[in-house]
C-alpha cells in the first residue's frame, strides 16, 4: 500500500509561484511514475504533468507547459510540482498520484492517489 500526502497550496496572486510537495510511503520510491492532476469546481479531474521512476522523462498538459515543472526526489520519495506565472484558471484542488506504469497514471488509472491540496489564485 502506498500512501501519499500533498503539500504547499494556498493562496497566491495571478503571475505569483507555489510549489507542491508529494510526499510517498513507499520501499522503493524509483519504481513508480508519479503524476499531478487537479480539479477545478464542477469540472472533471484534469491531468497536469507526470515523471517517470527514475525522473528521467516528464510530460505535460499543454495548458500548463513552459509554467509548470514536474521533479522527483527518490532519495526524499518526494515528487515536487513547481509552478510559476499562475493564472486564475489554474485554480484547483491539485492530486498526486503513484502507479508503477506511467501509461496508467495517463490513463488517469493509477493505483494510488492522495487527497489533493488546494490551490487559490485570485488577487
Known amino acids: 500500500q502506498v500512501q501519499l500526502v500533498e503539500s504547499g497550496g494556498g493562496l497566491v496572486q495571478p503571475g505569483g509561484a507555489l510549489r507542491l510537495s508529494c510526499a510517498a510511503s513507499v520501499r522503493t520510491f524509483s519504481n513508480y511514475a508519479m503524476g499531478w492532476f487537479r480539479q477545478a469546481p464542477g469540472k472533471e479531474r484534469e491531468f497536469v504533468a507526470a515523471?517517470?521512476?527514475?525522473?528521467?522523462?516528464?510530460v505535460y498538459a499543454d495548458s500548463v507547459k513552459g509554467r509548470f515543472t514536474i521533479s522527483k526526489d527518490n532519495a526524499k520519495n518526494t515528487v515536487f510540482l513547481q509552478m510559476n506565472s499562475l493564472k486564475s484558471e489554474d485554480t484547483a484542488v491539485y492530486s498526486c498520484a503513484a502507479d508503477r506504469d506511467i501509461i496508467r497514471i495517463g490513463l488517469r488509472a493509477a493505483d494510488y492517489w492522495g487527497k489533493g491540496t488546494l490551490v487559490t489564485v485570485s488577487s
Open positions: 515523471i517517470t521512476g527514475s525522473g528521467e522523462n516528464t
